[in-house]
């Protein structure tokens, strides 16, 4: 996509956390022709006794339909949490520099788990809540 994560750029220490800290990842959506059609970097944090797996934004590649993009990471990434036992509650999106229309369906988050290594970019200091555990 045409993000800002580039050596150099204004997120190079996403790239640098995505290689170098286990709490963090990278996510990538890609089309039949293996295009790649959004992005985004992950991470695990834990707030107010709870954790959180966090996109930190989503940004897209031009003619990708967005109205299908909150969708496809909602399943991709709660198949993923249950799949690895990662004990997640909650799957939150950052919404800074998100196209209008991807996050417009979802609920504003109440608690907004920062990034867990100092100094890292963020896009997430207000986020929208993509999935979370049902209640017990």
Not at 21 to 50: H, W
Not at 82 to 94: E, K, M, S, Y
Request: net charge negative.
């Amino acid at each position: 996509t045409g993000c800002c994560m580039t050596l150099g750029g204004a997120s190079e220490s996403c790239i640098w956390a995505g290689y170098q800290d286990p709490n963090y990842a990278f996510f990538t959506v890609r089309d039949e022709g293996n295009r790649l059609r959004a992005q985004s970097i992950l991470y695990i944090a834990e707030a107010m006794g709870k954790k959180y797996l966090v996109a930190d934004n989503i940004e897209v590649n031009g003619g990708t339909d967005v109205s299908k993009i909150a969708g496809i990471y909602r399943q991709a990434l709660a198949e993923f949490v249950a799949q690895q036992d990662l004990g997640i509650d909650a799957i939150h999106v950052g919404i800074g520099y998100v196209q209008a229309g991807i996050l417009d369906e979802l609920p504003d988050a109440t608690v907004t788990p920062p990034t867990p290594r100092a100094g890292t970019y963020s896009d997430a200091a207000k986020q929208k809540v993509l999935w979370q555990k049902a209640s017990d």
